[in-house]
């Protein structure tokens, strides 16, 4: 118990040596001034004021909020609140499509059939998703990259 009590009292001793040094070096040091003159944006678009060094419009991806929704593959089984998902029109439990739109998530299987999922929403599929890998004109487009039949 002494040991701990010693070593605490060490660590509290190095960090006020810490913040002092930080202190005296704060107070005797003259820190650059900004410039004087702001820098005008350079282009005023849709998404406000642009900064010179941003990404060039090719490059850019549209946020969440600039596009109709999101889509994932899901191999696997989905096991909701202890029980596999299953689709109620054909029985499929593999292979879905997740849909998320409008603070909704949708279930798409392999057959095409589709239903609400009230269950989930926007933050677990947020949590589930990787990274955008692709962006599509269509919602038929998107099944298509991600090997679904549009139907």
Known sequence: MFR?????RERERETAAIQRWHEQITATHTWPLQASTPQQPTDTGRLGARVDDFLPADLRVPGRDEIAGMMMPRRRPLIIDGEVRACPQCGAYRDWIILSTRDEVWLRCRAGHQMLEPRLD????NRNSGPTDAIHATFEDGLKHLGHPAG
């Open 122 to 125: 926007t933050a677990w599929y």
């Open 4 to 8: 701990r009590i010693r070593a605490r």
